[in-house]
């Protein structure tokens, strides 16, 4: 299977689990008297769209190169990851907004079994973070990475939706609110993450370079292959799920156009065989002074 089939079925995964969890936590929150699971609901729900928008990227970011696009589509890739981030803070908004809105108001002490409902909620959240950040590790994908961090922090605000629930159980009449207070923590923790999701996006969009791992693997295997004496300049840049490379090769001085020529084709097979990640690769002959 492809990285590129690989990102969308993972997609799939994350629209699938949502719609199920969104269903579930506004039910609970409903019937349980807990406005820390309507706010999970919330923010779920906002989750759905969100892995529908990255599936709709990762489709877009596979269209071949064209005339317009001779990298391909792939940057659409980090501004979806954008709208993304934009989706968290305005669910982090909403539920700050009627968390403090319901701190004042007088309700009903949320229901126990509201907490079982949460604990596998939780549990499940944490598995589908785990799962989705390992393909967007697998396939070089940001707004999946976006996507795994979507699961998390529904992970934090259920975490504290359950702290908020438990406090105010325990303690009983007066502390009713510990769930509001719960819901308003977590769209902190929310926002914080949406820094941590558009820093990375906005490093790819402005061609960052965080690939020192890339740049040792592809130094390494250049001087394997014969006619490459060194490697000097290499520059990466990330286009979707693919890197695309400027590498200038070293040569003997003393060859030929033609063999310079074919130790570049040689060069550039040899490093997009070795490395399936490759995008466009571009070698720059270099003669050994």
Known sequence: MSIEQTAIRTTYFSIAGNTALATIKGIAGLFGNSFALIADAIESTTDIFAS??????????????????????GR???????????FLIISA??????????????H?????????????????????????????????????????????????TSVAAFIGITVAVIL?????????????????????????????????IMDEHTYDELVHEIRTISVKVDGVRDTEKCFVRKAGLKYHIDLHAIVDGNISVKQGHDIAHKLKDTLQQQLPQLGNVLIHIEPNE
């Open 76 to 86: 659409v890739e980090p501004l979806v990851t954008f709208i993304i981030v934009g």
């Open 172 to 204: 009983g009449n007066g502390y009713e609110n510990a769930d509001d207070w719960a819901a308003l923590l977590a769209s902190g923790f929310i926002l914080y993450n949406c820094y941590l999701i558009f820093r990375p996006a906005l490093g790819e």
């Open 108 to 156: 009903e002490l949320p229901k126990v079994w509201t907490l079982f409902v949460l604990g596998a909620i939780i549990i499940w959240k944490e598995v589908s973070y785990q799962f989705v950040l390992k393909k967007s590790k697998e396939t070089n994908s940001s707004s999946l990475k976006a996507d795994a961090w979507h699961h998390r922090s529904d992970a934090i």
């Open 93 to 106: 908004t909403i539920i700050a907004y009627q968390s403090i809105r319901n701190i004042g108001t007088p």
């Open 52 to 73: 529908l928008l990255v599936l709709l990227g990762l489709k877009y970011a596979n269209k071949p190169a064209d005339k317009n696009h001779p990298y391909g589509h």
